[in-house]
């Protein structure tokens, strides 16, 4: 769990060097841009090299009204265009272009979900109304859920936000406050198999750009609920226990979900979703809310249209679900899962706070039992005991003394940090829920201008090595450099979004899938790659496991630097191979005359 996205010491770039953007170099595009408010006002000319925008304060608009929004409505399009332009130029104010006034949908308010919905705030989209099939999740802050290590639920469960993900929520504006909730990981200690108890490796992190911070992810998503409802209660309404059960597409203009069209809409294709609730709504928040339809009330359903909707709404999306018999050429790939496995968690009290309090800390046994432990804001850590589903010595634990035999036996070094009330707990509690398979979608990630998909709609991956939520905050960055890259464009920012995403989410699933074999697939690459960087590091790049945590690189770089690493490794082998067996031949051969020699002579005497 994690491993590497805590414990692998990865490659960097050069100090003080410059955030550079995730879309392809070189990008042409084939409109000018409306450069952000406050800048010099200048466009993008066709060809030019992308750089995303600096990290700024959000844009704060007045919420749209249906005044201003039939007043957008009448303007030309080119009277807008040499609008924004003028307001761009001045670096004025002004009532935003009528795309931005157009309701957006998210489908999903996890991680992902809401990262895109602030994303569209900050770019000034007035109107993001995000849905949630799932119930509110606890506020960040409340200690009675986030410090019950009483109950180490599935709740609890601890991910590390590595440089991907934190460059990405860095530019949102949302590290600062997602750093009151999580806690700092300064580096990792490994028992492997046969190691002594009092003797674990130790790895002190350093030459990072980053530092790893740990947080439960059901406690990122409440942080980041948080951010939204205190900066962006004005243009972005989140609503929980409402599923989106089906979406199609038709032509037309976007209605405002009463059945009659929005104002301000072109016609064109639209998203068409139903919307169902699933429990009776919690109360709004304080503050002014988004013109949005009034919400469903308990077991009632409507339908909404969105001229674009953002799928964030996980491996069993609906949205992705409609594009696969919908979208030509679109495909979800789905791996069996040869490696099947659940979990149990439990919290470690550790006695001295240099134990664990800060520290990846990772037991793997021989018998196939690991437990990954990773800290949290208020000083316990949290420990996830992976096993196959069935396995006798988990599942047939009862009570106190079989668990503490359980742990003494397998864990041993753990002990000081077990509580009998915890290990008793563990003894007796249900297997939590298998981990995921492995799946991506492609080789397109949109639909038209109407629809896109990011997170782990469109790449999914079991949570070893931390990349999940962390590209699921790429995801969100890289579809914010393309809408700005394109002037807001849903139609080329979604395209150029699929071109560079794409190939990015099939690499990442399938070098996952690799680190997820055993020892061919996953250990004799990690011995080969750590030898040939070790000795010749201008030539071959760190393991899969560091490059993937180089977030200087793209995944889909790392996959083509690995591929290569491998030729030269098998060329450098094959040599290697000859040569040796030439060697040996020679010594042979000489060796042999040698013998001959000897026996001639002493036939001759």
């Known amino acids: 769990m994690l491993r590497s996205s805590i414990g692998t010491h990865v490659a960097t770039p050069a100090a003080g060097a410059r955030r550079c953007s995730l879309l392809p170099p070189r990008t042409r595009v084939g ?58 130029a001045s670096g004025s104010g002004g009532a935003p272009p009528a795309r931005l006034g157009r309701p957006v949908v998210v489908v999903g308010a996890g991680p992902a979900g809401l990262a895109a919905a602030i994303m569209l705030a900050r770019r000034g989209y007035t109107d993001v109304q995000v849905y949630e099939r799932l119930a509110e999740p606890p506020a960040p ?88 409802r205190e900066t962006y209660a004005d243009s972005v309404r989140v609503e929980f226990d409402v599923e989106v059960s089906r979406v199609e597409w038709v032509q037309g203009d976007a209605s405002s979900g009463n059945g009659s069209p929005a104002a301000g809409h072109a016609s064109g294709e639209v998203a068409r979703l139903t919307l169902v ?25 409507r339908v909404l249209d969105t001229h674009f909707v953002v799928g964030a709404d996980g491996a069993r999306s609906s949205v992705r679900a409609a594009m696969e018999t919908d979208v030509p050429g679109f495909k979800v790939r789905r791996f069996p899962n040869t490696n099947e496995l659940v979990y149990r968690t439990i919290p470690l009290h550790w006695p001295n706070p240099d134990d664990g309090s800060f520290w990846n800390v990772g037991v793997r046994t021989a018998g196939g039992l690991n437990i990954d432990c ?27 003394a079989e668990g503490k035999a359980f742990f003494e036996t397998h864990f041993p070094m753990l002990m000081p940090a077990l509580r009998d009330a915890d290990i008793a707990r563990f ?41 999940g939520v962390n590209s699921a905050f790429e995801d969100v960055q890289v579809l914010g450099q393309a809408l700005e890259a394109t002037g807001d464009d849903t139609a080329r920012a979604t395209a150029l979004y699929s071109a560079t995403r794409a190939k990015d989410a099939e690499a990442l699933v399938e070098m996952s899938r690799q680190l997820d074999g055993g020892f061919l697939t996953f250990v004799l690459p990690l011995i080969t790659d ?43 082998g094959g040599a290697l191979l000859a040569g040796v067996s030439w060697l040996l031949l020679t010594v042979g051969r000489f060796l042999w005359a040698r013998a001959c020699a000897a026996l001639a002579a002493g036939g001759v005497a």
């Open 530 to 572: 750590s030898i040939t960087s070790c000795f010749a590091p201008a030539l071959f790049s760190p393991s899969v496991i560091s490059s993937m945590q180089n977030e200087a690189w793209s995944y889909a770089q790392v996959r083509q630097r690995k591929a290569r690493d491998r030729a030269l490794q098998v060329v450098l």
């Open 141 to 228: 802050g409340d200690l009675s859920v986030w410090a019950n290590f009483e109950d180490a639920s599935d709740r609890l469960y601890m991910i590390g936000l590595n440089g991907r993900g934190q460059r990405a929520l860095k530019e949102l504006g949302v590290m600062d406050r997602i750093d009151r909730y999580s806690s700092t990981v300064k580096g990792r200690k490994d028992w492997a198999p046969g190691t002594p108890i009092d003797a674990p490796s130790t790895r002190v992190y350093e030459g990072r750009t980053y530092v790893t911070r740990c947080i439960q992810r059901d406690r990122l998503a409440a942080a980041l609920l948080e951010e939204v």
């Open 427 to 467: 003894a007796s509690k249900r297997d939590c829920r298998r981990l995921p398979m492995f799946s991506y979608a492609g080789p397109v990630l949109h639909r038209g201008s109407s629809t896109v998909l990011l997170g782990d709609t469109i790449h999914t991956v079991k949570p070893y090595f931390g990349q």
């Open 374 to 400: 990773l800290p949290t804001r208020e000083g316990p850590s949290i420990g996830v005991v992976l096993f196959k589903p069935g396995t006798p010595t988990v599942t047939s634990l009862n009570g106190l």
């Open 277 to 301: 609730r699933t429990a009776p709504e919690p109360s709004d928040p304080p503050g002014p809310a988004p013109t949005a339809p009034p919400p469903a009330t308990a077991a009632e359903s």
């Open 31 to 88: 409109c000018h841009h409306r450069a952000p408010r406050g800048t010099s006002g200048h466009a993008f000319e066709a060809g030019q090299q992308l750089r995303p925008p600096a990290i700024s304060a959000p844009r704060t608009r007045a919420p749209a009204t249906p005044a201003a929004a039939s007043a957008a409505a009448a303007t030309t399009a080119p009277a807008r265009t040499a609008a924004d332009a003028a307001a761009s």
